[in-house]
């Protein structure tokens, strides 16, 4: 190949020239070697003092030419400024102690970004496993090094996402209005959320926040009272909904026993009636029909989605209030159950009545986080998993400058 030619192609500046291409043929691999056009340099540095050394020769992984395996091969000079220090000469193609150029980690970021999967993206970028895995930690840490701290958030949601086997969560931190993670933790207790909160808003971004959405855990919730003391709590309405399922399907398993009918019942109540099957429509109606608490049980969830539309916090109260009343006078034991837990966080089941927020983009962000992992066949280490959220659904701008 010309060298002229693949100097122009590769653009690596004013310093640095092709000085010979080699070739190994038992591993098809084609070796760069790039020369420092030192008076070059001289001429236009006027800190330049002298050279001190050459180190020597690195390798780069580069973007493959045809069939081979492409590596940039050079001698960094370190030379002495004005005062007397050595540095050594930046490079225009990779960092000084990294083992790809820049050009190579921009393909494999696009790659990886097209499969969702390391493993896949390794074969076709033809390098190691490692290799991609610490180009996702390297291009999240400078994504999230690149994010502004003046990003004004109006509301936050906070949600958990199981991690691993035995009840292993991670926390996360989401925007709603952009549909972004801004950050994930291990664990969701008090001190896991609070180091959550406190670590990726500003005392200013503090101040500007009205609502953050979330779930009835209590580490959530006194995190949030703890750091963000000016903020209104609203409890999920996706989560008010499932409890009250939840109950629903509590109260069916409980009748199984006594009407025949109920049997294969189950997606009849847990759908929307609009996303029924056919079958499954008939399943239902016939359930409606019979005087049982399972039919009772889901008109009362159902009267409960019509309390959400409140003008007013009071409005909210009173709809609720109203509704608690008739789940009290019907004593089904599964639905009062909820509706106690609703008394015990009634300001945020309340707030979630009147404001139009929710963690309904957070549930599609955890739809996008269980891609991932099933796509990646589970992460072994937190850092893994964190890196993997953010590299994909952080919203970072994630690519080195070339």
């Known amino acids: 190949m010309d060298s002229e030619l693949l100097d122009k192609l590769l653009n690596f500046g004013p310093y640095w020239e ?17 020369k420092f056009k030192m008076e070059a340099y001289k001429s ?3 800190d330049y003092k002298g050279l001190h050394d050459y180190r020597n020769y690195r390798r780069w992984r580069h973007l493959d030419i045809l069939q081979y395996k492409t590596y940039i091969k050079a001698r960094i000079p370190r030379i002495k400024d004005e005062q007397g ?49 610490k180009i996702i930690h390297l291009s999240t840490q400078r994504g999230l090094s690149r994010r502004s701290k003046d990003t004004n958030y109006k509301q936050l949601s906070i949600d958990e996402k199981s991690f691993k086997k035995g009840h292993k969560y991670v926390s996360v931190l989401s925007d709603p209005e952009r549909g972004t993670i801004i950050d994930v933790v291990e664990n969701r207790t008090l001190g896991a959320s609070k180091e959550l909160l406190n670590n990726n808003l500003n005392e200013v971004q503090k101040q500007n926040i009205s609502f953050v959405s979330m779930d009835m855990w209590k580490g959530y919730i006194g995190a949030v009272k703890q750091t963000l003391p000016n903020t209104q709590i609203v409890h999920d309405r996706f989560h008010l909904i499932k409890y009250l399922n ?3 399907d509590r109260v069916r398993r409980r009748e199984t026993k006594k009407y025949e009918t109920l049997k294969n019942s189950r997606y009849s109540f847990l759908k929307n009636t609009y996303n029924l099957t056919i079958k499954q429509y008939f399943k239902f109606e016939e359930v409606l029909t019979l005087n049982t608490s399972v039919s009772l049980a889901w008109r009362l969830k ?5 309390l959400f539309g409140a003008s007013d916090y009071q409005e909210a109260f009173t709809r609720f209030s109203d509704w608690r ?21 009634i300001v945020g089941v309340c707030n979630a009545l009147v404001e139009k927020i929710s963690n309904a983009m957070a549930e599609r962000l955890n739809g996008k ?29 994630l690519y080195p400058h070339y």
Not at 326 to 341: A, H, Q, Y
């Open 302 to 306: 159902e009267c409960f989605k019509s």
């Open 325 to 345: 009343s008739f789940c009290t006078w019907e004593k089904i034991p599964e639905i009062n159950k909820v509706v106690s837990m609703f008394e015990k966080h």
């Open 369 to 397: 986080i269980q891609e991932i992992k099933t796509i990646g066949r589970g992460y072994r280490t937190f850092d893994n998993f964190r890196s993997a959220l953010l590299f994909f659904n952080g919203g970072l701008k």
């Open 18 to 34: 092709v000085e010979k291409i080699t070739h190994t043929s038992d591993s098809n691999e084609i070796d760069i070697y790039m």
């Open 246 to 248: 939840q109950a629903v």
């Open 85 to 133: 220090n050595v540095r050594s000469v930046e490079i225009p193609w990779a960092t000084t102690m990294g083992r790809h150029t820049y050009l190579f980690e921009s393909r494999a970021i696009e790659v990886l970004l097209a499969t969702k999967n390391q493993t896949k993206s390794a074969e076709l970028m033809r390098c190691g496993f490692n290799v991609i895995n």
């Open 44 to 46: 236009s540095k006027s």
